[in-house]
């Protein structure tokens, strides 16, 4: 009987080794055009978010959103679209990538509460989706294909 791991890598599966956080949470480093970022793996975010704060930082292009942003305790907080971006999580790289930007100093709040480190945004289902994603809760290794 064949790993996990050994399974995936012959569906061409790229394997990233995440870290927990104080808070439970699974991080891993994440690059957005190019530059490096701290994001919190989330598989109940329907979007992958970045706050505002952090635009600049990854060279985000955005819009006014008619979308209102939900969850981890804020509700109905203002968006932003940023369309077209370059997303690396470890060797795996996708192109054309949408993001949303909002507030999420409630996040990073909870994490310093924590002694969590922060982050700059979340990866949520929308990419988990695009990579076809397996978590091995076991290993603490995320899989995207």
Avoid: P, Q
Avoid at 22 to 50: L, P, Q, R, W
């Amino acid at each position: 009987m064949s790993s996990l791991k050994s399974f995936l890598k012959e569906k061409n599966y790229k394997a990233l080794k995440m870290s927990s956080t104080e808070t439970n949470h699974y991080e891993c480093k994440v690059t957005i055009n190019g530059v490096e970022g701290s994001f919190i793996i989330d598989t109940g975010a329907s979007s992958s978010c970045i706050d505002f704060t952090y635009a600049d930082h990854f060279n985000l292009f955005s819009e006014d959103s008619n979308i209102k942003a939900a969850g981890a305790g804020a509700t109905n907080m203002l968006t932003r679209a940023s369309t077209n971006n370059k997303v690396a999580i470890g060797k795996w790289t996708k192109k054309k990538v949408d993001l949303i930007l909002f507030d999420l100093s409630h996040v990073n709040k909870a994490l310093s509460d924590h002694d969590a480190e922060l982050v700059h945004g979340i990866i949520g289902a929308d990419i988990l989706k695009k990579g076809k994603a397996v978590i091995d809760y076991k290993t603490d290794y995320l899989y995207l294909k």
